[in-house]
């Protein structure tokens, strides 16, 4: 039990004998060295869950009750100098948290490495820290009121209007409801559903919902980012539109999010679609959790905790004891093993709704192409066979989709009579140019200035962009294509840097969906879950980046982008026939090129898994990170060595406890300074996850005192289970 010193300056009275004492968590920062809740006292007992306001030093802050309330009277009392104060407030206008959520919270912050207050605390709305009973009362209300309107308007609705006709189901969406409705495979085990683009998983996903609202529960549809919630938001309004539907990303206001999340929380909302946050929502009635695109690295936390949402979504299922599906064109191979081992249960989806065929993937060689053609210096992006297809699908009032994965125009700015190049004065990194507002901005810190008339360095006039980006494709296209009526072609880009303003992607996504778009530029953000019905061409205009880096993830995600982008074209089934992806590449017999050709998922899935089994990577191993930020090299190196010695003394301690696990010398990270702070970092692998996890619980209260003695670092953090390296 950890009790709070009084920090105030004034005189704490003893609680009286009949106080409960109460274990409460709080957000205490991870340096603070306590992770475990602190004891108040009230009155009476208070059941766990139960939010509270609590005083911490001088401040008013929220609070959770944690575990069963104890009564005092134990003989020893406090430690000498230590006092217990008083709950400030009891939220009891909101029902506690209930047990699965709480211990959905213990396991999360245990396994990756987080105080429990830190956890629980920080993934409620930041509105509830500074709601009073008050505030809640007449939030409460106006709830209700709004719950109340809603109700007789929908009621109003179904008596003008009939219930939309549920969509014919294909053979193997009837197949795979089937098989999850057999009682040998109505448990609560994982399913993972493997359907190519456009297979309908989605109409899937809505049949499940169906069932379990009927039943009375609570669903919960998770997407990986935010640009995908409206056009599914859409499907599940017209679907359910006499059931309640919040969402919950962090592109709410802040008062919308608390909205949103009170009603999950008090039983209101009846269907739940968000982002990864939304995996530790309070859905007291929660039935069902679908994970669309479980692939997707986004469902990954990359600050902070850094938890996997899917993962827990797998957990949360389990110890709740419903159902999860996760569904993907290209599972993670993680997913994919656990399949193979008979861990989750697979079931396929390999043909496209209405009969519709995958795009044919057609393969440019770059090789071959005239010098200065895609690729060569200050030439094209495009290739004259891409664009020969972009202009036959215009003058067929088709549309088509150019995927290059690189925002701004160029990735540097140079010199072309010294060696100065666009550097980022706080970062390890280049600076980004972009043509349209004349400046270079850093994508990791956001530091930003005008282009510089001439260089810097020896004054010289011709500063010329190196590489390639979506701003620039952009540009080129319009000499080179004519619109259908003989006038300019319709372009539109669509990446991070044209999508800023609230409300943005929306509008430009309409302009596609009603054709007044011949050729769409994007990044990732359009690669995936949009159906585009007009679309019959998709081209990869520079992907071989990924073919060749140490980040051994990366062809798993470029497959998966490229599968997800291919899936862009066809969707129409009339179309699908002459629909094609081509993708521009130097290294056209390369075997993940070849297995996209053949739009064969498993065969790459089965090669990469050896590679990595062969060399012991996840999932034939498990890894932690240890991430650390100091103000110099120096004090990153002094604070990594002092953490290895200590690890590697923990490992002759316990013999062959830890055995399994091997610790790699400590390395500067991939890009070693951001925003003036050096980035260093170590690995940690082990072929056994208790052991890995054992050795992190004993090293993490060791390194909260390495920091003490350790001024100069800024901050660490230990990632499990990381995706980058």
């Known amino acids: ?370 010098r200065g053609v895609a690729g060569g210096a200050g030439g094209s992006l495009l290739s004259t066979a891409l664009i020969a297809a972009v202009q036959e699908r215009i003058d067929r009032g088709e549309q088509s989709l150019l995927l290059l994965n690189r925002r701004g125009y160029a990735p540097v700015l140079q010199c072309g009579a010294c060696s100065w190049k666009s550097a980022c004065a706080h970062c390890s990194a280049w600076q980004v140019f972009h043509k349209v507002d004349r400046s270079l901005r850093c994508h990791h810190c956001g530091a930003a200035q005008r282009v510089p008339r001439a260089c810097p360095d020896c004054g010289n006039l011709d500063l010329s962009a190196v590489g390639r980006g979506t701003e620039r494709l952009e540009e080129q296209l319009p000499p080179l294509l004519r619109g259908r009526e003989g006038g300019p072609a319709r372009i539109l880009r669509i990446d991070a840097d044209t999508t800023r303003r609230a409300g943005s992607l929306q509008s430009q996504l309409a302009q596609v969906h009603d054709g007044d778009v011949d050729v769409l530029v994007g990044t990732q953000m359009v690669a995936k879950g949009h159906d585009f019905r007009r679309i019959t061409l998709v081209a990869a205009v520079n992907p071989d980046g990924a073919l060749f880096t140490s980040d051994f993830r990366a062809p798993e995600r470029l497959f998966a982008l490229l599968m997800q982008a291919a899936g862009r074209a066809g969707r129409d089934a009339e179309q699908s026939e002459r629909s094609r992806m081509l993708i521009q590449t130097g290294h056209p017999t390369h075997p993940l090129v070849q297995a996209l050709k053949r739009h064969d998922y498993e065969a790459f899935a089965a090669s990469q898994l050896e590679e990595r089994e062969a060399v012991g990577l996840p999932p034939f191993s498990h890894l932690a990170v240890l991430r650390v930020e100091a103000r110099t090299v120096e004090a990153a190196q002094a604070f990594l060595a002092d953490a290895t010695a200590w690890v590697r003394a923990d490992l002759d301690a316990f013999g062959s406890a830890h055995s399994p696990i091997t610790v790699y010398p400590a390395v500067p990270a991939p890009v070693a300074r951001v925003a003036d702070l050096e980035r260093w970092q170590m690995l940690l692998e082990s072929t056994s996850r208790p052991a890995l996890q054992v050795l992190l619980r004993q090293w993490s209260p060791q390194l909260l005192a390495l920091r003490e003695a350790h001024r100069g670092v800024v901050r660490w953090a230990l990632d499990v289970d990381p995706l980058s390296l």
Not at 141 to 151: N, V
Not at 172 to 192: D, I, N, R, W
Request: hydrophobic share 40%; charged share 20%; with cysteine.
């Open 1 to 370: 039990m950890v009790q709070e010193r009084d920090s105030c300056g004034g005189a704490t009275s003893q609680a009286p004998q009949s106080a409960a004492h109460l274990s409460v968590v709080v957000d205490l920062p991870q340096h603070s060295g306590m992770r475990g809740p602190l004891t108040y006292t009230h009155p009476i007992a208070l059941p766990p869950g139960t939010l509270v306001q609590v005083p911490l030093g001088k401040r008013e802050v929220l609070g959770l009750v944690w575990d069963a309330p104890v009564v005092q009277g134990t003989p020893d009392g406090p430690p000498q100098g230590w006092t217990l104060r008083p709950l400030s407030a009891v939220l009891e206008q909101l029902p506690p948290l209930s047990a699965h959520w709480r211990r959905l919270m213990a396991f999360t912050a245990d396994y990756y490495q987080r105080g429990l207050g830190e956890l629980a605390l920080s993934v409620l709305p930041p509105e509830l820290r500074k709601a009073t009973p008050a505030a809640l009362e007449r939030r409460s209300a106006r709830l209700g009121q709004a719950l109340a309107k809603d109700a007789a308007r929908a009621q109003q609705q179904q008596t003008a209007e009939t219930a939309p006709a549920l969509p014919t189901l294909t053979a193997e969406q009837a197949a795979v409801l089937q098989a999850m409705s057999t009682p040998e495979h109505s448990s609560s085990a994982p399913v993972l559903l493997h359907g190519v683009t456009g297979s309908g998983k989605t109409e899937v996903y809505l049949q499940l919902a169906q069932q379990a609202l009927e039943q009375g529960h609570q669903v919960l549809v998770m997407v990986p980012e935010i640009n995908l919630t409206p056009q599914l938001e859409s499907r599940l309004r017209e679907r359910f539109a006499g059931r309640r539907l919040v969402t919950l990303h962090s592109g709410l206001t802040p008062a919308q999010r608390v909205n949103h999340w009170l009603q999950a929380h008090l039983g209101q909302a009846d269907l739940l679609l968000g982002t990864r946050l939304s995996v530790m929502a309070s859905l007291p009635r929660l039935g069902l959790i679908v994970v669309d695109e479980e692939h997707d690295p986004s469902y990954k936390q990359q600050e902070g905790a850094r938890y996997s949402a899917r993962d827990l979504a797998v957990y949360r299922a389990h110890q709740e004891g419903i159902r999860v599906v996760l569904g993907s064109a290209t599972p993670s191979l993680e997913s994919w093993r656990h399949a193979q081992q008979g861990r989750y249960r697979l079931l396929r989806m390999p043909t496209r709704v209405g009969a519709g065929e995958l795009p044919k993937v057609e393969l440019v060689d770059l090789n071959l192409q005239p």
